[in-house]
DNA sequence: CGGTAATTTGAGCCATTTCAAACTGTGTGG
DNA sequence: CCACACAGTTTGAAATGGCTCAAATTACCG
């Protein structure tokens, strides 16, 4: 998931722009991770940087699937609509995510950049070329499709199954531990992307999230510190409503 | 996702049975298609038949992940639980799917046998040590998780966004699509789940699953034929459902 | 400091849930 | 082979959480 606020933005922006993968920042992260710098060398070879605006497409549901992307600063959201409009966020990307693991003939969701967003894009017949020869690089890879998997079955319970109260506590949560795991403040969250892509990351209304969002102020279980800043005031009540027991706040 | 009625039952169980793998009825559609016959061997030295009776837990949700399992015949249930009871199943495994892609050290749901079933079982160390000589079979477990993320990431639209009526069609419509390329009668589909189940793979309640079917089989888009077969009368509207375009039948 | 888009708040409504009761199919024992 | 019994399913009626539509605020940006 992604976040952003003056500061962090400005952290992410700061990360290797055209240096060459060996350097890059982000390395720790991401699959690149896995690879040793003669196979790194081989990797900058076939890779590109993009630059995406605010609110631009990365891609689009349905259209063949030729690149493969990381994060490297920024934000994403990967979206999937319904032909009369209605539409489910299926995720938020930070840097160090890999951008389409799906390696299927055609994308099955849309990529948007949610801030200014520079991304390492790569052909996929390169990386399919890539694959074969560096066994580490699709373990890696495969670890992190195992990851997603984890969190998409952890998104169909919230989605099944909580509450708005429960869907926005278990978000902001979530929220928090990745921008810690990532070396961002896990405090004053940041909130990258609008209520109305939050609400339709929850399967709510943006009414509902911020109705919500009101309650749990109110609870003084969180403070919002600006639209795009969240402070987690009570982390017992928020972990509470995350594993679902009984209500209270 | 798993399917069931007498005829079928029957195939499911014909199939390999303490055969070794180069036999196994199942190979062509799971992830042992991709090896070559000395390497079947190698892995049919480290797989172990095991069987569950409906109902049966194959492991619960926070076990370590000790092993990975093939499904050889019957049908399986994922399950995510919270502490006061709400559950969501996360998926229906059919014959020839893979339980346990997420390599991760504990499992991140229950799986539960829904028919009496067989499974190869592969130790956890064992396929490791399997998946660093053998590329081609990390390659296909790849695609195999690449599959199943784009199949989550439909259900996370269906969970957020479709009506009952909706969520319900796009349900038996899979259903019939997975039988038919697994060779089983793709029209009076076989529901080997029940109610319950499917209100919790659907975000549902039982109540308002068996009102759905009731709109449906008045609507004529479906007909009940017992209370584990459904027959798909009018695919067109059915189609026009799982779209989500607008409303009619 | 104003303009504009995003967010919040309000009021009424509706799809789905909840609680409760009737039904039905299936498998069993007589 | 049939009647019975029970679990699973269906139906009914009332309650409700979240939605819709509409208006008021607020935050952000130039």
């Not at 350097?23 to 720790?28: A, E, F, L, P, Y």
């Not at 690149?67 to 920024?74: A, D, M, P």
Request: proline share 4%.
């Amino acid at each position: 998931m992604g976040y952003s606020n003056a500061l962090q933005t400005r952290a992410w922006h700061a990360q290797a722009f055209g240096k060459p993968c060996a350097n890059c920042g982000i390395r720790s992260i991401g699959i690149c991770a896995a690879l040793e710098p003669g196979e790194l060398e081989r990797l900058h070879r076939i890779v590109k940087e993009t630059r995406f605006a605010e609110g631009q497409s990365i891609f689009s549901e349905g259209d063949p699937a030729e690149s493969l992307f990381n994060v490297l600063s920024g934000a994403v959201r990967l979206v999937k609509l319904l032909p009369d409009g209605r539409r489910q966020v299926t995720g938020f990307l930070m840097p160090g995510a890999f951008l389409g693991i799906a390696l299927n003939s055609t994308y099955a969701y849309s990529a948007e950049a949610i801030l200014d967003t520079k991304l390492c894009r790569f052909g996929r017949r390169e990386i399919e070329g890539l694959l074969k020869d560096l066994p580490h690089l699709e373990h890696r890879l495969l670890g992190e499709a195992a990851n997603e998997l984890v969190a998409a079955q952890d998104q169909m319970l919230l989605l099944g199954r909580k509450t708005a109260k429960e869907r926005l506590a278990s978000f902001l949560v979530c929220l928090s531990r990745n921008a810690k795991r990532h070396g961002f403040p896990d405090n004053p969250v940041a909130l990258p992307m609008s209520r109305t892509d939050i609400a339709d990351f929850l399967g709510l209304t943006t009414e509902t999230v911020s109705r919500t969002f009101t309650r749990l102020r109110q609870a003084k279980v969180v403070a919002l510190e600006g639209n795009a800043m969240v402070r987690l005031l009570d982390r017992r009540a928020l972990d509470d409503l995350i594993a679902g027991g009984d209500e209270e706040a």
